[in-house]
C-alpha cells in the first residue's frame, strides 16, 4: 500500500482479554518499529524487527506482550491478560534500512482502551 | 538508560522564530531525527542530521553537535498550522531501533 496500515483502528476490551494489533508496513520495508504512545508522552519504543527476527524486544514491558512477523511484511503484535494500564496509542512504524536518511513511516495507530 | 531531554512546552508568536532543543544520553548514537505530531495524528518525518552542522529544509532546519549530545530544531516565519507536538529521536546505530524524546508542545500566538 501507499502508506503504513494498522488495524482496527479502536479497540475496547476488558481487562483479562487477549488482543491483537496488526501493523502492514509499506511495501519493501525491512524495518518495523512497535511504539506506545500515551497522552501527551512521547512514542515509547517496543520492539524491532529487521525482516522476520525481532532485532531488538527489550522495550517490551512484560512477557504478557509478544510481537511477531513471520513473513518479513505483516506484522502483529499480542497482548494477554490485559490491564487497564495498557490503555494507549500503539503506534507502527516502518523504514527502509540501508540508507543514510533514516525516515520512519509511521500509521495511523491502534487506540486500544481496556475497561 | 537512554535519555532525551527537551521542553515540555514552548510558545511564540506567528511569524517569529522559535528554537526546540534537545540534549541526549543513549548508549549508541548515529543520527538524530526530528518529527512533527498534530494532536490525533501520526508522527511525520521532518528533518535528519547524521554529521555535526545545519540542515535546512525550508522553514526549517536542524542542527547537530556530536560532541556536546546536543541538536535543536528552529522554526521560522511561524504558522498557526506549526501548532504541534515536536519529537527529537535517536537512530542508535545503522539499522537499529530509533528511541524517541517525550516531546515538545508547541504553542503559536497570533
Known amino acids: 500500500g501507499a502508506g503504513v496500515s494498522q488495524t482496527p483502528s479502536n479497540k475496547v476490551t476488558e481487562k483479562g482479554k487477549y488482543v491483537e494489533l496488526r501493523c502492514d508496513p509499506i511495501s519493501g520495508h525491512t524495518a518495523l518499529y512497535w511504539y506506545r504512545q500515551s497522552l501527551g508522552q512521547g512514542p515509547e519504543f517496543l520492539i524491532y524487527?529487521?525482516?522476520?527476527?525481532?532485532?531488538?524486544d527489550s522495550g517490551l514491558p512484560n512477557d504478557r506482550f509478544f510481537a511477531v512477523r513471520p513473513e518479513g511484511s505483516v506484522s502483529t503484535l499480542k497482548i494477554q491478560r490485559t490491564e487497564r494500564g495498557d490503555s494507549a496509542v500503539y503506534l507502527c512504524?516502518?523504514?527502509?534500512?540501508?540508507?543514510?536518511?533514516?525516515?520512519?513511516?509511521f500509521g495511523q495507530g491502534t487506540r486500544l482502551t481496556v475497561v | 538508560g537512554q535519555s532525551l531531554e527537551q521542553p515540555s512546552e514552548v510558545t511564540a508568536v506567528e511569524g517569529a522564530i522559535v528554537q526546540i532543543n534537545c540534549t541526549y544520553q543513549t548508549s549508541g548514537f548515529y543520527g538524530l531525527s526530528w518529527y512533527q505530531q498534530h494532536d490525533g495524528g501520526a508522527p511525520t518525518f521532518l528533518s535528519y542530521?547524521?554529521?555535526?552542522g545545519l540542515e535546512e529544509t525550508g522553514r526549517f532546519s536542524s542542527f547537530l553537535s556530536r560532541s556536546d549530545s546536543y541538536g535543536y530544531l528552529l522554526l521560522q516565519e511561524l504558522q498557526m498550522k506549526d501548532s504541534a507536538s515536536y519529537f527529537c529521536a535517536v537512530l542508535m546505530n545503522r539499522d537499529d531501533k530509533i528511541i524517541f524524546g517525550k516531546g515538545t508542545r508547541l504553542h503559536i500566538l497570533p
Open positions: 512504524a516502518s523504514s527502509s534500512t540501508g540508507t543514510e536518511n533514516t525516515e520512519a513511516f
Open positions: 524487527f529487521q525482516g522476520t527476527g525481532a532485532a531488538d
Open positions: 542530521n547524521a554529521l555535526d
